[in-house]
């Protein structure tokens, strides 16, 4: 442990841990959001619906299988999902 960690309480520790984990989860929106707008795209040159239900619940499935939390798992991608969805549907 350095010096400065040595001066922090174990609350101010885990909440700078939980920032740096914050900043790598809006790295990865960000990169979600850039590949669910070019899937966008492609939808929309194809003519094919933004909304494909068989591959939400495929996507649901694999978050509740993987998450040690697998409701809270569902529930974000959830969100993720619709988000997509809405940028796909600017597109």
Same mark, same amino acid.
């Given at each position: 442990?350095?010096?400065?960690?040595?001066?922090?309480?174990?609350?101010?520790?885990?909440?700078?841990?939980?920032?740096?984990?914050?900043?790598?989860?809006?790295?990865?929106?960000?990169?979600?959001?850039?590949?669910?707008?070019?899937?966008?795209?492609?939808?929309?040159?194809?003519?094919?619906?933004?909304?494909?239900?068989?591959?939400?619940?495929? $996507?649901?499935?694999?978050?509740?299988? $993987?998450?040690?939390?697998?409701?809270?798992?569902?529930?974000?991608?959830?969100?993720?999902?619709? $988000?997509?969805?809405?940028?796909?549907?600017?597109?």
């Amino acid at each position: 442990m350095t010096q400065m960690n040595q001066n922090k309480n174990p609350l101010e520790l885990l909440r700078g841990e939980i920032t740096r984990t914050d900043a790598e989860l809006l790295r990865l929106f960000d990169q979600r959001m850039e590949l669910a707008g070019q899937i966008g795209k492609i939808k929309a040159e194809a003519g094919i619906p933004v909304l494909d239900p068989a591959r939400e619940e495929a $996507v649901l499935a694999n978050a509740r299988s $993987v998450s040690r939390h697998p409701e809270a798992a569902a529930e974000m991608m959830k969100t993720l999902m619709r $988000v997509s969805r809405e940028l796909q549907n600017l597109k």
